[in-house]
T-cell receptor, first 116, second 112 residues
Framework: GAVVSQHPSRVICKSGTSVKIECRSL??????MFWYRQFPKQSLMLMAT?????????EQGVEKDKFLINHASLTLSTLTVTSAHPEDSSFYIC????????????FGPGTRLTVL | DAKTTQPTSMDCAEGRAANLPCNHS???????VYWYRQIHSQGPQYIIH???NNETNEMASLIITEDRKSSTLILPHATLRDTAVYYC?????????????FGKGITLSVRP
């Protein structure tokens, strides 16, 4: 299957700082990318959907000014958690879908964010 | 609203077949059944998907009932590395219906 990478794999930051997470599709062009968040012992919750060159569409209850998503190219999307607080500590997972393989969606390995 | 219901957990012996059930009684005619799994602290891994015919690949088989209201994922020879949370997801092809919405999944424990 296609490969999606994330960087960093884990990050620890101080409260009030901003953190950027990168998501790359390594061997295909991702026309659509998704960002999920997963708290301990819970399922994945979709945060937002982004199409290359367009503004992201956020799910209800997700603050777009706090979670900035940029999908500037067909192989890269970034999620920036602005003014992070301890309650933002979570496992963030990106996912990518290629237009030619519309029925398949591939996931990255996840980024563990800890806000102190 | 995940549109599917799965048992919370099950276990099976290594080397035996693992049959994971899923109910999706409100599935629409153009919606697919997808299965993903998530090993602890990793991203979900695609397993298989189907519309109405049974499907098989190198990982698993998917059996969908004729009325499409339920399905079963079969891991023919479970190994310890198959221990994971398995998610059964119903997904359409267009618009908001095309998003993958994860429920709680079923935790499969493969015992030696």
């Amino acid at each position: 299957g296609a490969v999606v990478s994330q960087h960093p794999s884990r990050v620890i930051c101080k409260s009030g700082t901003s953190v950027k997470i990168e998501c790359r599709s390594l061997d295909f062009q991702a026309t659509t990318m998704f960002w999920y968040r997963q708290f301990p012992k819970q399922s994945l919750m979709l945060m937002a959907t982004s199409n290359e060159g367009s503004k992201a569409t956020y799910e209800q209850g997700v603050e777009k000014d706090k979670f900035l998503i940029n999908h500037a190219s067909l192989t890269l999307s970034t999620l920036t958690v602005t003014s992070a607080h301890p309650e933002d500590s979570s496992f963030y997972i990106c996912s990518a879908r290629e237009l030619a393989l519309y029925n398949e969606q591939f996931f990255g390995p996840g980024t563990r964010l800890t806000v102190l | 609203d995940a549109k599917t219901t799965q048992p919370t957990s099950m276990d099976c012996a290594e080397g035996r077949a693992a049959n994971l059930p899923c109910n999706h009684s409100t599935i629409s005619g153009n919606e697919y059944v997808y299965w993903y799994r998530q090993i602890h602290s990793q991203g979900p891994q695609y397993i298989i998907h189907g519309l109405k015919n049974n499907e098989t690949n190198e990982m698993a088989s998917l059996i969908i009932t004729e009325d499409r209201k339920s399905s079963t994922l079969i891991l023919p020879h479970a190994t310890l590395r198959d221990t994971a949370v398995y998610y059964c997801i119903v997904r359409g092809n267009t618009g908001a219906n095309s998003k993958l919405t994860f429920g709680k999944g079923i935790t499969l424990s493969v015992r030696p």
